[in-house]
């Protein structure tokens, strides 16, 4: 079992090292699966820049089935993300929470996907959610 890294915009930073001001993630993976399945956490008690995220696993797979739920309790966060149709991005506001459920392309040699995070209009507060991802 291997923890995901965290990307943060120019360069990898461990979630202890992480700036205070982005998103950050930590995953587990569910020992024994088929399908190399991960849970991650999502947080950002303010996100007052633009940070990654990248979600990695050990499996080959070109393609992770992914869910993700997000909300922040103050302001706008921009999320980018990429399903089998190419690049998407939503606003996550108080009133309108993420629910996404999609499938994505893993980069070939890191085995991983990317989501990216930017406050909107000034620093968001309380990010939080799950990313559900599996390579079946």
């Known amino acids: 079992m291997r923890p995901a890294l965290l990307a943060a915009f120019f ?14 993630g930590t995953c587990t993976n569910t020992m024994l699966s088929v ?9 950002g008690d303010i996100v007052g820049r633009a940070s990654s995220i990248e979600f990695d696993t050990e499996s080959r797979n070109h393609v992770a089935e ?5 909300q922040v309790t ?6 980018g993300y990429a399903d ?22 893993m980069h070939p040699e ?8 930017e406050p909107v209009n000034g620093p968001a507060e309380g990010l ?6 599996s390579t079946p």
């Open 128 to 133: 939080t959610g799950t990313v559900k991802y």
């Open 66 to 70: 992914v869910s993700f739920t997000l």
């Open 11 to 24: 360069g990898i930073v461990l979630a202890g090292c992480a700036p205070h001001d982005i998103a950050t």
């Open 35 to 43: 399908h190399d399945e991960w849970t991650c956490k999502v947080k």
């Open 110 to 117: 890191r085995r991983s996907f990317t989501m990216h995070f």
């Open 84 to 105: 089998l149709t190419g690049s998407q991005q939503i606003i996550v506001t108080p009133s309108e929470p993420a629910n996404i459920s999609m499938k994505t392309k």
């Open 74 to 79: 103050k302001g706008a966060v921009r999320v």
